[in-house]
């Protein structure tokens, strides 16, 4: 098993910037790829970014250039670092991580959420 713990959520204006952080525990070594969504409201999950094991990135149109990953292995935490934020209906940003054992595209573990608010 995987924990993930999001943190660094919050209200900032439009054009800021907030770094998300992700802190993976548990079976870690299990881990083939980690992403971020973020989900609006009434709506499915949005990928945002996405971070192999290799170090390979890939990101959503609507956030490149703008968004960058990163991680501290040391630290066992994947963060996303937030530029030029645009308002929007409040969505909440989840980490998530897919297994190299699994068979499927979707993540196996979700971390609970942080908030990013961002005001016009």
């Known amino acids: 098993q995987v924990q993930l713990v999001e943190s660094g959520g919050g209200l900032v204006q439009a054009g800021g910037s907030l770094r998300l952080a992700c802190a993976a525990s548990g079976s870690i070594f299990s881990i083939n790829v980690m992403n971020w969504y973020r989900q609006a409201p009434g709506k499915e999950h949005e990928l945002v970014a996405a971070i192999s094991s290799g170090g390979s990135t890939n990101y959503a149109d609507s956030v490149k250039g703008r968004f960058t990953l990163s991680r501290d292995n040391g630290k066992n935490t994947l963060y996303l670092q937030m530029n030029s934020l645009k308002p929007q209906t409040t969505p909440l940003y989840f980490c998530?991580?897919?297994?190299?054992?699994?068979?499927?595209?979707?993540?196996?573990?979700w971390g609970q959420g942080t908030l990013v608010t961002v005001s016009s």
């Open positions: 998530a991580a897919r297994s190299a054992a699994s068979s499927s595209d979707n993540p196996d573990f």
